[in-house]
């Protein structure tokens, strides 16, 4: 059983968090714990993208950005995912770096320290040398840069269908089992 946080940042593309959540409330039997930590700003870019507050409704347990006594800012809260979507390009140089100040930092700075899986779904483009350096860091201190890239041999048909693209790529390399379209697969869904 995963133990996972989700963290989302203020940068656009409030619909995969949306939609990851949405799938991994559906994967409960997957795992043990699900903890959200929100910026104020993600909250704001979740309104003006998705055009409501539904952050509010999910049943996950949520932390303050600056709550260090959640159990996930501690190796020994043996969470083993973490999953950043969408992960800002300055949370994810705070992070290369090693800035943890706030609860988002020091929880993927325990991610990494303890070889556990941090996934950042990086949503920018196009990508400055700055990003590059910081993506690779990460990358060679054992994270999985992700970019939001959506694949389109599914032949998604709406918005919503695009973006499942990637959240369910997020979520095979979470280690969660999931139903997708595979390569090779029909494509009837």
Same mark, same amino acid.
């Given at each position: 059983?995963?133990?996972?946080?989700?963290? $989302?940042?203020?940068?656009?593309? =409030?619909?995969?968090?949306?939609?990851?959540?949405?799938?991994?409330?559906?994967?409960?039997?997957?795992?043990?714990?699900?903890?959200?930590? #929100?910026?104020?700003?993600?909250?704001?870019?979740?309104?003006?993208?998705?055009?409501?507050?539904?952050?509010?409704? %999910? *049943?996950?347990? +949520?932390?303050?950005? /600056?709550?260090?006594?959640?159990?996930?800012?501690?190796?020994?809260?043996?969470?083993?995912?973490?999953?950043?979507?969408?992960?800002? #390009?300055?949370? !994810?140089?705070?992070?290369?770096?090693?800035?943890?100040?706030? !609860?988002? *930092?020091?929880?993927?700075?325990?991610?990494?320290?303890?070889?556990?899986?941090? @996934?950042?779904?990086?949503?920018?483009?196009? +990508?400055?040398?700055?990003? $590059?350096? /910081? #993506?690779? *860091?990460?990358?060679?201190?054992?994270? $999985? $840069?992700?970019?939001? =890239?959506?694949? +389109? %041999?599914? &032949?998604?048909?709406?918005?919503?269908?695009?973006?499942?693209?990637?959240?369910?790529?997020? !979520?095979?390399?979470?280690?969660?089992? @999931? =139903?997708? +379209? &595979?390569?090779?697969?029909?494509?009837?869904?």
């Amino acid at each position: 059983m995963h133990k996972i946080v989700v963290a $989302i940042t203020g940068a656009s593309g =409030s619909l995969y968090a949306s939609l990851l959540l949405n799938k991994l409330a559906q994967l409960k039997m997957q795992w043990a714990e699900l903890s959200v930590v #929100m910026t104020e700003n993600a909250k704001q870019v979740w309104e003006t993208e998705l055009g409501h507050a539904t952050y509010k409704n %999910y *049943t996950a347990r +949520f932390f303050q950005q /600056n709550d260090f006594s959640a159990p996930f800012a501690s190796g020994s809260g043996q969470y083993d995912t973490m999953i950043i979507v969408p992960c800002s #390009m300055g949370t !994810l140089g705070r992070i290369a770096t090693g800035v943890s100040s706030d !609860l988002i *930092t020091r929880a993927a700075d325990v991610i990494l320290k303890e070889r556990r899986k941090l @996934i950042c779904v990086v949503r920018d483009t196009p +990508f400055n040398l700055i990003h $590059i350096r /910081n #993506m690779e *860091t990460v990358t060679l201190a054992g994270g $999985i $840069i992700c970019p939001a =890239s959506p694949s +389109f %041999y599914s &032949r998604p048909q709406t918005i919503e269908a695009v973006a499942a693209t990637v959240v369910d790529r997020v !979520l095979d390399l979470a280690g969660l089992d @999931i =139903s997708t +379209f &595979r390569w090779g697969e029909s494509n009837e869904q």
